[in-house]
């Protein structure tokens, strides 16, 4: 029922900048916490960046220091900025929620946004 939808990806240059957006059905504040994801072709998905509920956020050491993760809760949007892009930054962006479950934690996708990344 909760329903993600990443906006913002497109094409740019080795050294460019985009910013992603994650629109969610629901009150992301009431959220364990609000993920980046990312997938290249051939490659297994992987975790790029956290918003945590306490407000803290994390970060892969390959993004760290050129993708800042942010959120809007009164706009239930959560944010990508993405600046000083590599090629191998490309790949298909996920938005991902993290809701306490009756036993375990549920995971929301969204349907993803593709970032290419050209040299």
């Known amino acids: 029922q909760v329903q993600l939808v990443e906006s913002g990806g497109g094409l740019v240059q080795s050294g460019g900048s985009l910013r992603l957006s994650c629109a969610a059905s629901?009150?992301?504040?009431?959220?364990?916490?609000m993920n980046w994801y990312r997938q290249a072709l051939g490659k297994e998905r992987e975790w790029v960046a956290a918003?945590?509920?306490?407000?803290?956020?994390n970060y892969a050491d390959p993004v760290k220091g050129r993708l800042t993760i942010s959120r809007d809760n009164n706009k239930n949007t959560l944010y990508l900025q993405m600046n000083s892009l590599k090629p191998d930054d490309t790949a298909v962006y996920y938005c991902n929620a993290r809701i306490k479950g009756w036993s375990a934690p549920h995971h929301y996708w969204g349907q993803g946004t593709q970032v290419n990344v050209s040299s």
């Open positions: 918003s945590l509920s306490d407000g803290s956020t």
């Open positions: 629901v009150s992301i504040a009431s959220t364990n916490a």
